[in-house]
T-cell receptor
């Protein structure tokens, strides 16, 4: 299957700082990437849909000014948690959906990054 | 009501047991259905897609009933390595976001 990387894998930061998380599709192009968040013992919740070259679409209840998403190329999307607070501590996971051009064998499959565990002190 | 609901679990079974997980989804427009597996503190990994005709992959069998909006996963001859959280997942169409159930935890013991 296709590979998605995420960096960093773990972040510990002080309250009030901003944290940037990168999501890269390594061997395919991804027109669309998704950002999810998972709190302990909870399901993955979609935060936003990131579209290459356009603004992200945020789910209800997710503050777009707090969670900045940039999808500047077909292989990279970034999520920046601005002015992080302890309640933002969570497991952030991205996934990438292959573009039509490379969908072929990957039809209808999404590929997940390994996740970033954010702890805000 | 959550869009995807699963058995609450946890399921604690001995090696060799057969275990079944159930899932219901509320949006009749859902087009694609999956079972994912998630190990502790890891990302979810696709276990299998679920088709209307039912499908099998080794010890795993998935069933979909569109009329009842019901999905199931059967695991036969459970192994210790099957211990994980199993996530029922739907999407409305190819390339759109996945909607996850809360997951059912399986613990297989020797």
């Amino acid at each position: 299957g296709a590979v998605v990387s995420q960096h960093p894998s773990r972040v510990i930061c002080k309250s009030g700082t901003s944290v940037k998380i990168e999501c890269r599709s390594l061997d395919f192009q991804a027109t669309t990437m998704f950002w999810y968040r998972q709190f302990p013992k909870q399901s993955l919740m979609l935060m936003a849909t990131s579209n290459e070259g356009s603004k992200a679409t945020y789910e209800q209840g997710v503050e777009k000014d707090k969670f900045l998403i940039n999808h500047a190329s077909l292989t990279l999307s970034t999520l920046t948690v601005t002015s992080a607070h302890p309640e933002d501590s969570s497991f952030y996971i991205c996934s990438a959906s292959p573009s039509h051009a490379s969908r072929g064998q990957f039809y209808n499959e999404q590929f997940f990054g390994p996740g970033t565990r954010l702890t805000v002190l | 009501r959550k869009e995807v609901e699963q058995d609450p679990g946890p399921f604690n079974v001995p090696e060799g047991a057969t275990v079944a997980f159930n899932c219901t989804y509320s949006n009749s427009a859902s087009q694609s259905f999956f079972w994912y597996r998630q190990d502790c503190r890891k990302e979810p990994k696709l276990l299998m897609s679920v088709y209307s005709s039912g499908n099998e992959d080794g010890r795993f069998t998935a069933q979909l009933n569109r009329a009842s909006q019901y999905i199931s996963l059967l695991i036969r001859d459970s192994k210790l390595s099957d211990s994980a959280t199993y996530l029922c997942v739907v999407s409305r169409q190819a390339g759109t976001a996945l909607i996850f159930g809360k997951g059912t935890t399986l613990s297989v013991s020797s």
